[in-house]
């Protein structure tokens, strides 16, 4: 992932060991909506994420109280060669699947730097999320969907019709990650997404070696 706007050796070791070795770690979830757009929230979990069992984001704090699985999924070609690489996480005793998400790298034509492209499965296409990455300046990972517009970083909905398929951004939706290691030398991430410029939910990671 190196580039011009991403020095991945600024990265603190820790977070490096945890991308490289994902299935050897579990993780504690903790959550917190705002209103009102936890309102926009319950109506989209209850209506279509819990249907199509995808995108299960936790409304009230006591969701992850069990804790959160983390399986990775590899696909290969038939030739043996390394396709796709998927991650499933489930909420612990609710059978939800919060994320089932393909994870690859790839360019956008408004980066110079590779990105992290996100595919979530849907109904009739996908949501894929494009995520910019950076360093922070005590060692952190960022990662931020925000971007100039289309065929930047950002949130897209691919969809498909008959003889057709359609792709538009999200302008008004944004994810940020920040992963680092706290005081205790412990590996966490917070993630927060916000929609029309107000925050939806928050997510913290503790995030440790089976």
Same mark, same amino acid.
């Given at each position: 992932m190196n580039?011009?706007?991403?020095?991945?050796?600024?990265?603190d070791e820790k977070i490096r060991q945890f991308y490289e070795n994902t299935a050897a770690y579990?993780?504690?979830?903790?959550?917190?909506?705002?209103?009102?757009?936890?309102?926009?929230?319950? @109506?989209?979990?209850?209506? #279509?994420?819990?249907?199509?069992?995808?995108?299960?984001?936790?409304?009230?704090? @006591?969701?992850?109280?069990?804790?959160?699985?983390?399986?990775?999924?590899? @696909?290969n070609t038939p030739e043996g060669n390394r396709k796709y690489?998927?991650?499933?996480?489930?909420?612990?005793?609710?059978?939800?699947?919060?994320?089932t998400g393909f994870y690859m790298l790839g360019g956008v034509p408004l980066h110079d730097s590779l990105c992290?492209?996100?595919?979530?499965p849907m109904p009739d296409g996908n949501a894929t999320v494009i995520l910019r990455p950076s360093a922070g300046p005590n060692g952190e990972f960022l990662l931020s969907s925000a971007g100039s517009g289309f065929g930047d970083a950002g949130f897209y909905r #691919?969809?498909?019709g008959k003889n057709v398929v359609r792709a538009w951004r999200i302008n008004s939706l944004h994810e940020t990650f920040r992963v680092y290691v706290d005081d205790g030398d412990v590996l966490r991430c917070d993630h927060n997404v916000r929609f029309l410029g107000l925050p939806v939910i928050s997510l913290h990671y503790r995030i440790e070696t089976n």
């Open positions: 580039g011009e706007t991403f020095d991945p050796n600024l990265v579990r993780m504690d979830v903790w959550a917190q909506s705002y209103f009102p757009s936890n309102i926009a929230l319950w @109506l989209l979990v209850s209506t #279509i994420c819990r249907k199509v069992n995808q995108l299960n984001f936790p409304i009230r704090a @006591l969701d992850t109280a069990k804790g959160m699985t983390s399986e990775i999924v590899l @696909l690489t998927g991650w499933f996480r489930q909420v612990l005793g609710a059978n939800r699947v919060i994320y992290i492209k996100v595919v979530f #691919i969809q498909k």
